[in-house]
């Protein structure tokens, strides 16, 4: 096995560097944490490429799994989204293993398992940046709107996004009242990440995914 592994990441080093000599700026390995300016920069440049087409995450994954196996991760960028088949982070911000501390729940709603993954993320694992990424045509989003009651627990991810949309119109209106909702929520539920804000280790911003175009919308 660790003959196989020194040759992945032979193979994968040269990969690297040919990808380096055409330009590309964007494939070190994420056992080091990368600054909060750059953090954000490569999730624009990510979504452009997965945009265009020209995405490479997958050309790197192998020397990853390697690198972070061995010596662990460091993801910088913690990623709060919907359930949503069609939302997944890794794939719309084209970014490989151990990029993103990911929280996935229909609504992409706060709760105290949320926000202590993330205060886990934040203290232990050094995540400087956390995305509330909502989308559009969020069915938990339209059915919170709807305001019909739904059976089992379904009824958990209504009653945490009901405050953010009341008196909001539109269902794309909806959706970003709720990720700036959301963000607030995660502050206020909890003081190791309002203490990380307020120091100003740790920045929470908010974006809308568009399911018909495949951009990402961020939020002023
Ligand atoms: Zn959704």
Known sequence: MQTFQLFLRRANLVALCGLVLAGCTSVSPRTEHITAEIAMSELVAGNDRFLDGGMHAHTWQAERVVETGEFGQAPSVGV???????????????????DLFVVRVAGNFVDDGGTGTFEYGVSALGVHTIVVLGHTKCGAVNATCDGKPLPGSMSAFTRAIQPAVAGVTGLTNAS?????????????????LRTAVAKGELKIAGAIYEVDTGKVRFLN
Do not use: H, Y
């Open 176 to 192: 970003e009242a709720n990720v700036r909702w959301q963000m607030k929520r995660l502050t206020d539920g909890s003081e190791i």
């Open 80 to 98: 709060l989204t919907c359930a949503d088949s069609r939302t997944p982070p890794e794939l719309i911000f084209d970014q490989g293993v151990g």
